[in-house]
């Protein structure tokens, strides 16, 4: 007998959470398509989102544990693999003691919810070396908006009137919301102003397209601020009561040497177009601002993005309709508990002790110097479950390097990565059309818990759960890890809220767990030290760093490099890819078929390069080849590179050691780098 069904899920191809509708026909997924009543996405897929049934029924897709034998994988059974891998880990932790292991998640299998599980895993283990994406995507942003006022905020872009865009594509990487969103702030008579480098998808759009050169952010900070103080346009109330220490910034900010017109050649924005978008942010109420990555990505991020913190407290935006918002995320029963017994630190303390504090987890980044030099101890095992460490860390011949000395190494994803070919043992995750998991959704200023419900039973693999569970019993701790489903995980995590499993069925998937406070710092306060909005950082002062946000080194970037004259992007998503993923799914893989890098026309000519002309790009860290992408969307004293590409692999370009000292983020956004004409292709075509 046919039967056919509806089911409502939350789409798990990226991580930003749209509802969508799988019809289910005699057990299988026939069709997708996005859920109306979802209070994100409105009914609106991406194309990533639209492609998720070529996901789940993709030929790439691992079918069974692997184990290497020989040099060679052979499919095993799971009891086997996880037998293999725990005979393995116990063998290491009895020989170089329990910190010799870490874990790593990635973005591949859904690490938001399953990072608990592994957090858990390490615990009882006993390694503090649980790490993940954070530590080169995102948490620098938290730690500078947390150094600053004790959370993190979202833009309003629901009510704002005025909204800028600092290193981001929201067209690209924030697909349902902002787009559609835009429009609308255009049409009510808002404006956009977008700082980037690159002209991008977000910029195109915009009113304003501030070019910064690639890594100046905190001298426009300034060049913006020094405006907004000179022409009053601060909020004198908010700042007199709620920020610490503001008279001493503001004296700085107000001399001369930050003006714009000083700035200019410093960022290569005119200092007229700064002045107008100062002006405009600074009088329209409510304002607010959108941080993406191209923040982070620099030898000093988290520095811009305190500047960037501290403007949008002073425009006084905070929590307020239409302005800067923070959503506290659900109070959910910790899962991650116990605490690990080891006493040591965890792997890159040493370095970035406000990091992984704050974090409460080490930064992945140094792990490779663990491995190879063994500092400040071994590492001789890892586990990297959805995350593709080869090729999205910098410096990729070192990681290669750092993967082939390990004495252990699993791998899980829901297709072969690039990673598994360092691996001794690969499982099988499923996708998520296969698993249930609940997800908070505060990344959109919405407090809903949802449910992304399993629609059909596994093709291939396991929820990524259930492997961390099978894999804990294996090793003996399976007292720690009693749910016999997914299910039951989620009731156990959720169940102080009041909510289970079944309710959130009830509810088709979505829970709204508290309701909308503006201003909550006027009965709370600010999360730090002092309560207040902090230009000098108690945190940062107490660790020993400078807690003031202006570097007396801010003004003096470093020069023209002769070798390497141009400034290199890269770590930009391409819209229908997340990272390395999905590139061998044939409808999205056209939309986006091979590696180019962008390179406005008059450095093309000077270089002597075509568009679609195979080039060869270098740094001090190594060279690739690809094609040139000729285009004027980009500065002319600036390439970039996407990432993801195993062909043409930007971080064989990038190094590991020019990384933000509070965060330990790498340098991708800045890099230096020179071209070289590829004459050979040319013959060779000829
Ligand atoms: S943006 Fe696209 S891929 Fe991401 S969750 Fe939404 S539909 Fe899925």
């Not at 252990?408 to 691996?423: H, N, T």
């Not at 997800?439 to 059909?456: D, E, P």
């Not at 999205?588 to 080039?615: Q, V, Y």
Request: proline share 7%; glycine share 8%; charged share 25%.
């Amino acid at each position: 007998m046919n039967s056919s069904h509806h089911i409502p899920t939350i789409c798990r191809m990226c991580e930003q959470g749209c509802g969508m509708v799988v019809t289910v026909q005699n057990g299988k997924p026939v069709k997708v398509e996005g859920s109306k009543t979802h209070p994100y996405n409105k009914g609106w897929l991406c194309p990533k989102g639209r492609a998720c049934l070529d996901f789940f029924y993709s030929p790439q897709r691992l079918s069974s544990p692997l184990v290497r034998k020989n040099g060679e994988f052979a499919a095993v059974g799971w009891e086997e693999a996880l037998d293999f891998a725990a005979k393995k880990l116990h063998n290491l932790r009895e020989s170089f003691g329990p910190q010799c292991l870490a874990v790593y998640h990635g973005e591949g299998t859904g690490h938001q919810e399953i990072k608990y599980f592994m957090k858990r895993f390490a615990n009882v283990f006993g390694t503090p070396n649980f790490t993940g994406v954070g530590s080169l995507c995102n948490a620098a942003r938290t730690l500078g908006e947390q150094l600053t006022y004790g959370g993190v905020t979202k833009p309003d872009i629901y009510n704002t009137r005025f909204m800028l865009v600092w290193g981001g594509n929201p067209l690209v990487s924030h697909e349902p919301v902002l787009p559609r969103e835009i429009d609308r702030l255009k049409r009510r008579g808002g404006r956009i102003a977008v700082v980037d480098p690159r002209k991008t998808e977000t910029a195109a759009k915009a009113d304003f397209h501030l070019a910064v050169k690639p890594g100046r952010d905190e001298i426009l900070a300034l060049n913006l601020l020094h405006v907004i103080f000179r022409e009053g346009l601060w909020d004198k109330q908010f700042a007199e009561k709620w920020i610490k220490n503001f008279s001493s910034f503001f004296e700085t900010v107000m001399q001369d040497r930050f003006s714009p017109e000083n700035g200019r050649p410093l960022t290569g924005v005119d200092h007229e177009l700064v002045r107008e978008v100062a002006r405009l942010y600074g009088k329209t109420k409510p304002a607010s601002v959108a941080l993406g990555n191209g923040l982070d990505h620099h030898s000093v991020g988290v520095s811009a993005i305190r500047l960037v913190a501290i403007m949008k407290a002073v425009s006084g935006n905070l929590d307020i309709p239409g302005g800067d918002l923070f959503t506290p995320r659900p109070k959910l029963n910790d899962i991650t508990a116990p605490r690990p017994s080891s006493s040591v630190p965890a792997i890159g303390s040493e370095h970035f002790p406000l990091f992984c504090g704050m974090r409460d987890e080490g930064q992945a980044l140094s792990i490779p110097d663990a491995i190879l030099d063994e500092r400040p101890y071994p590492i001789k095992a890892m586990i990297i479950a959805g995350g593709n460490t080869s090729l999205e860390w910098p410096d990729s011949n070192r990681v290669k390097k750092a993967l082939r000395k390990l004495e252990f190494l699993m791998v899980i994803d829901v297709v072969r990565s690039p990673d598994c070919e360092y691996a001794d043992v690969v499982l099988p995750a499923c996708t998520f059309l296969e698993r249930d998991e609940h997800r908070a959704n505060v990344y959109h200023n919405l407090h809903h818990i949802t449910l992304r419900r399993q629609v059909v039973e596994p093709l291939y693999g396991l929820p990524d759960q259930m492997i961390w569970i099978k894999l804990a019993k294996a090793m003996g701790f399976g007292d720690y890890f009693p749910w016999k489903s997914c299910g039951e995980a989620i009731d156990h995590m959720l169940s102080d809220l009041g909510l289970s499993y079944e309710k959130l069925i009830s509810q088709r998937g979505i829970h709204e767990y508290e309701k909308r406070v503006y201003k909550k710092y006027e009965t709370r306060g600010f999360h730090t030290p002092s309560g207040k909005v902090e230009i000098i950082s108690e945190r940062l002062r107490d660790t020993g760093c400078d807690p003031f946000p202006i570097r007396e080194e801010v003004l003096h970037p470093s020069g023209e490099d002769e070798d390497f004259p141009l400034f290199l992007i890269t770590g930009g998503n391409l819209l229908p890819y997340l990272h390395w993923q999905y590139r061998y799914i044939p409808k999205l893989r056209r939309m986006a078929p091979k590696p180019m890098f962008e390179i406005h026309p008059a450095t093309a000519r000077h270089w002597g390069i075509s568009d679609n002309e195979t080039a060869e790009v270098l740094t001090a860290k190594g060279s690739i080849r690809l094609k040139a992408h000729v285009t004027d969307r980009i500065r002319p004293d600036t390439i970039h590179i996407p990432q993801g590409w195993e062909e043409a692999n930007a971080n064989e370009l990038s190094s590991g050691e020019a990384s933000d000292p509070l965060s330990g983020f790498p340098n991708l956004k800045s890099l230096r780098c020179r071209l070289r004409k590829r004459l050979d292709d040319e013959k060779s075509r000829q």
